[in-house]
C-alpha cells in the first residue's frame, strides 16, 4: 500500500457485488486510505451484497436512483455530513441498457429503452456533477472518475445504443470538465476499460469471445477490475492533479493496435478451415 488516499473522502456510485468494478475499486480505495460512502438504487441494494462492501470498509450505504436529482441531493448531502465536509473524490460507475438485454438489434431499438439507456448510462453523469457543483461538494483539486469503454469511439458488434451512452458520458466529462476545473479547481475524466467479465457483462451474449479477441489483439493483454482499480487510485489521488478532461484508454494497448501476430494467426486459421469461404 502507498497511503495515496490517505484522509481523502469520497462517494462510490455503482458497486454491486465483487465482480463489479466499483467494488474492486472501493476495495482499493479503502486500501489506500480513504473513507467514503457508497451508493446504488434500492433493488440492487436488496439483490446485491453491497453491505459486505460497507462492512469491510466503514462505510455507509445512501439508497439512491442516480436518475433522480432529489435522490442524488440526498446521497451528497448525507456524505457532506457523514464525512463533515467537502468529499475529494466521485465515482461514477453506472450503466445498463434494456435493448441489449433483450437482443434488440441497433436498427430496431425501442426509443423508450434507448431513453432509459442515455439517462441511466450517461445523463446520470451530468446531474450527479450539476449537483455537486450546486453544492459546491467537492474539494478544490478533487477528482471525478466515470467508466466507459472504446465502443464510443468505434463500432463493435453488439453493443448497440450502450455506444452512444458511452460517447455521451465521455463528452459530458469534457463539457463538464471546463466549467469544473475553471471554477473550482476540479478534474473529471473516463477510463475506457477493457471489457471486463463483471455480473453485468456475463449476461452479455458473445463476451466471452470479445474477452478472448482483445487479449489476443492487446500487447499487454487486458486490463482486470484489479488493473482498473490501481488505476482509477492514481485519478483519485494527487499525482494526477492536472489530468482533466481526459478519456484514458486502460486497454492494454487494444485502442491503438490494429492487428497482432496473435489475432492473425487465429484469422489464418479460420480461413484454411472455411469451407465456402464466399
Known sequence: MYNLLKGKKGIIFGALDPLSMAWKIAERAH???????????????????????????????????????????????????????????????????????????YDDLDYNYYAKTLDISAISFHKMLQVAYKLDAIKEWGSVVALSYIAAQRTLFRYNDMADAKAMLESIARSFGYIYGREKKVRINTISQSPTLTTAGKGVRGIDALIDFTERM??????????????????????????????????GGFSNMGMSAKAMHVYNKSLENCEDCN
Not at 71 to 92: C, N, P, Q, W
Open 31 to 105: 486500501e489506500e486510505g480513504a473513507i467514503f460512502t457508497l451508493s446504488n438504487t434500492p433493488v440492487a441494494i436488496r439483490f446485491g451484497e453491497l453491505n459486505e462492501l460497507a462492512k469491510k470498509c466503514n462505510a455507509e450505504i445512501i439508497p439512491a436512483d442516480a436518475t433522480n436529482l432529489e435522490e442524488l441531493y440526498t446521497v451528497f448531502r448525507r456524505s457532506l455530513e457523514i464525512m463533515d465536509g467537502k468529499v475529494d473524490f466521485v465515482l461514477h460507475s453506472i450503466g445498463m441498457s434494456l435493448n441489449v438485454r433483450k437482443k434488440i438489434t
Open 218 to 251: 492487446s500487447p499487454l493483454g487486458n486490463a482486470d477490475a484489479d488493473d482498473l482499480a490501481n488505476y482509477c487510485i492514481t485519478l483519485f489521488s494527487d499525482l494526477t492533479k492536472k489530468v482533466t478532461m481526459q478519456n484514458l484508454f486502460h486497454d
